[in-house]
């Protein structure tokens, strides 16, 4: 008879309500957006500073999908059979949090550490460059790792009808980090601190973040206890990189029509989200210095602390945005779980008779998930369409914050499809260390209160029986024995499109501004003309950045279109 995976332990998380529960569950990703708000407002205008073309910057963001693409079902199918004492994922979060760490503190200090050991030159500037570019390599790999072993450790934990709200907390957890990140970015820190974490804003931003990635990761760790994978089901013990790269394969070759649907959902939606994440802030502090007529940025004595932080304030607004959409969304939105396999509506929750028909009525109101994450795709196209003709701070502000609700359902709404689907595929044919079996009861009352198994929390099989495992990927546990590699393959269809966005932005930077960015490069003659010209000549000109989001824009109307066809989907009897 094949051999089935064995567990020992049961999932549990610390703390007297579902509330805190689920906060600290989803607590990772506070410091993780925190990193990635701090990387994606500054690396852009300090590579632009440290001499780099923005077409040549965009080629540097690369980083971010190939990362995506190696790292996420690598680390996903790494972590499923990993049998570590201390479970699957929270080893991989904190190795990669202690990388990201020491990765980020080497990226603020690239100039000293390059000075230290080679004198003023143009070798030194070039090795600067090549130690920034290592170190947003290195901080991308690793941020990676963190975010699948992080939402593989929701799908692990929690039950089908508690998927959706974990990743409503999740998302929750993401706006309050790109909120807290925005937000220090926003303040000037060396009139806060002087210079005690560093002599610049860029600096000081690289401590806290990193400092703030190890408490998060540090706090879900010791708030959650995994179960431990004692034995590997027979197929998947074979190791080795042929082994792992062909299940991979394979996986994404044959995915469940429904997993398929998401994916690609997601794939046209981040051609959109690619510009706006990595460019935004350099978009809005641009705006702000070429059509602001009193504004100068060459009287500055930090400028790329300065475009930061005009970035940062628009990214603030987003970042309130999207965490009030992450908060009101779950209660206005349906859940897919009221949703019948044949499309139509279950009842609503029971109340008196005489309330009954005003309640039904709120509740056939309410619009399903997929209903509002195509709306979400729309409303981000046409605050993007717009891009390209704005000439103020407040525009672009404006349409920034405009984003936050898209963002807070493109944060939500896959990866609880994603849960849903992973927890339904699995079969029931977990087994435990002595021999029995179990699964996962669909019980919305589901709460991990203890850490010894309840009888609403686990259905024990102490009767032998015969185990299906003929290698297929969707004959795990219940309880997510394949989540890490599913997660894996959605992050794929999230860093795939980011090389195509890479590419488009690289050829509109080509093509729009192939020169260095006048702004960071106060005084100097920019490619052979005064700093003034330059300025004058890229102000006249369309922004090269808008033009990106104006393409991501078409993009999203694409992911509309794939998710009103995922809805037909999910109403086929």
Aim: charge should be neutral.
């Amino acid at each position: 008879m094949p051999q089935a995976a064995s567990w020992v332990g049961t999932p549990s998380i610390k703390g007297s309500t579902e509330g805190i529960r689920m906060a600290l569950l989803t607590f990772s990703l506070v410091g993780l957006q925190f990193t990635w708000g701090v990387e994606m407002t500054y690396c852009t205008p300090y590579l632009l500073q440290l001499g780099l073309t923005k077409s040549k910057t965009s080629l540097v963001w690369i980083a971010g999908p190939l990362s995506g693409l190696v790292m996420g079902p690598v680390i996903g199918v790494l972590a499923d059979n990993s049998k570590s004492r201390y479970g699957r994922r929270r080893p991989y979060m904190i190795g990669g949090a202690i990388t990201v760490s020491m990765g980020l503190l080497v990226l603020g200090w690239t100039t000293e550490i390059v000075g230290f050991f080679i004198p003023e030159s143009e070798l030194r500037r070039l090795l600067t460059i090549t130690l920034a570019v290592f170190s947003i390599y290195l901080v991308d790999f690793a941020i990676n790792a963190i975010q699948s072993t992080s939402r593989s450790l929701i799908v692990d934990t929690l039950s089908i009808p508690k998927q959706q709200k974990g990743s409503a907390w999740a998302t929750r957890m993401i706006a309050i980090g790109h909120l807290a990140g925005y937000a220090v970015s926003s303040i000037d820190l060396l009139k806060v601190f002087g210079k005690s974490l560093g002599d610049s804003q860029f600096k000081q931003c690289c401590v806290i973040a990193a400092a703030a990635l190890l408490t998060s990761v540090g706090v879900t760790s010791w708030a959650v206890d995994e179960r431990v994978l004692v034995a590997s089901r027979e197929a998947d013990a074979k190791s080795g990189a042929v082994k792992l790269f062909g299940k991979i394969l394979k996986t994404t070759w044959h995915l469940p029509d429904r997993i398929r649907a998401i994916c690609w959902v997601q794939f046209w939606a981040w051609i959109g989200w690619f510009p706006f994440l990595f460019y935004s802030t350099t978009w809005v502090g641009e705006t702000y210095y070429r059509y602001t007529p009193e504004a100068s940025i060459t009287d500055s004595t930090d400028p790329l602390g300065d475009i930061g932080r005009i970035g940062s304030l628009s990214l603030l607004i987003f970042s309130i945005v999207t965490f009030v959409g992450s908060v009101l969304l779950p209660f206005v939105v349906q859940s897919p779980e009221n949703e019948t396999k044949s499309g139509q509506r279950n009842f609503a929750p029971r109340s008196s008779p005489a309330a009954a028909p005003l309640s039904n009525l709120l509740h056939d109101a309410k619009p399903d998930l997929l209903t509002a994450w195509m709306l979400s795709h729309i409303i981000f196209a046409g605050a993007m369409f717009l891009a390209p003709f704005v000439r103020s701070l407040h525009m672009a502000t404006v349409l920034v914050s405009i984003c936050g609700i898209p963002w807070a359902l493109a944060c939500w709404a896959p990866f609880s499809f994603i849960g849903i689907e992973v927890n339904r595929l699995t079969a029931p044919s977990t087994i435990l260390a002595n021999g029995s079996s179990y699964r996962r009861l669909p019980n919305p009352s589901d709460e991990f209160t203890s850490r010894a198994p309840s009888p609403s929390f686990l259905r024990l099989n102490h009767l032998d029986r015969e185990v299906e495992d003929d290698d297929d990927v969707d004959s795990g546990a219940s309880t997510g024995e394949t989540a890490g590699i599913y997660i894996g393959i959605l992050n794929l269809f999230t860093t795939l499109p980011q090389f195509v966005g890479t590419f488009i932005s690289m050829i509109v930077f080509e093509i729009l501004e192939p020169g260095k960015n006048p702004e960071l490069h106060k005084g100097e003659d920019v490619d052979g003309e005064g700093q003034e010209d330059v300025i004058k000549k890229v102000t006249e000109g369309p922004n090269a950045i808008a033009v990106c989001l104006f393409i991501g824009a078409v993009s999203a109307v694409g992911a509309a279109y794939a998710t009103a066809r995922m809805k037909r989907m999910y109403r086929r009897p």
